[in-house]
Structure formats: structure tokens, C-alpha cells
């Protein structure tokens, strides 16, 4: 009897957790993504002893909201732009490490962020993400 009572019990608990957690997960947005089909070319030739040196870049950007990436797109020649002229101030030398891609990764976001911001007054733009970084 006691072990069938304690098998109910945990059956019964283990009814009462599911519900709870199936909740949370059904909480969760997709992130919604862009990817602008334009890349990026950057010509280093100045910085570069007069050698042909060129970043290409393509760009996806991730928001939290239909409406964000909507936004987002209605103001693309800006924020392309914006993207162009960052990577522009860039250097060879600074490119080429982990870490400098992923400075020019967290910068890229925060400008994206700051014209969306300006623009529209919400910056709902989660991440810049580099789909493909070319250098030669």
C-alpha cells in the first residue's frame, strides 16, 4: 500500500511540474533575422605599403520583434552606411586577430543600434553578426 501510495505521489508531482515548464518554453521568441545581400568590399591599399589588400564583410542582423527588423529595414542605406563607414576606419593589421574581429563585431552593433536609435527612437537591433569576413 505505502509503495503505491508513494508511486501515485510522484506521478501526481511530476504532473504539476510538466505544465510549468512547458509554459516557460512557450515564452520564448524566435529571434528574427536580415541578412543584407550587398557585402561589404574595403580596399586597404593606402594603409597597406601600396599593396592590394580588401575586406569583403556580409552582414545579417538579429532582432527580438518582427517590428524591430521592419525598422530596421526601412532605414537599411543608413545603417549601411553607418557599417560601411566603420569598416572603412579600419586596418589590415587590426582585422586580421580574433580579437579585432570581434571588436569590429561589438562595434558594428553599437552603431547599427545608434542610427536605429536616432532614427526611430528604439534600438532593438540584438546583434550584427559577420556571415562571411574575406580578407586578401
Not at 552606411?81 to 576606419?89: A, K, M, N, W
Not at 569590429?104 to 556571415?131: C, P
Request: hydrophobic share 40%; no cysteine.
Amino acid at each position: 500500500m505505502k509503495k503505491s501510495l508513494s508511486l501515485i505521489t510522484i506521478l501526481l508531482m511530476s504532473l504539476l511540474v510538466t505544465p510549468i515548464h512547458a509554459a516557460d518554453e512557450s515564452e520564448k521568441t524566435p529571434s528574427v533575422y536580415y541578412k543584407i545581400e550587398e557585402p561589404f568590399t574595403i580596399n586597404f591599399v593606402n594603409q597597406s605599403q601600396k599593396r592590394a589588400r580588401y575586406l569583403q564583410i556580409k552582414v545579417a542582423l538579429m532582432a527580438s520583434s518582427q517590428e524591430a527588423m521592419d525598422s530596421a529595414v526601412l532605414n537599411l542605406p543608413m545603417i549601411q552606411d553607418e557599417l560601411r563607414t566603420l569598416f572603412s576606419q579600419q586596418t589590415y593589421e587590426s582585422v586580421t586577430t580574433i580579437q579585432g574581429r570581434e571588436k569590429l563585431d561589438a562595434l558594428a552593433t553599437e552603431r547599427v543600434q545608434k542610427v536605429l536609435q536616432e532614427e526611430t527612437g528604439n534600438s532593438d537591433i540584438k546583434k550584427v553578426y559577420f556571415t562571411s569576413f574575406i580578407l586578401q
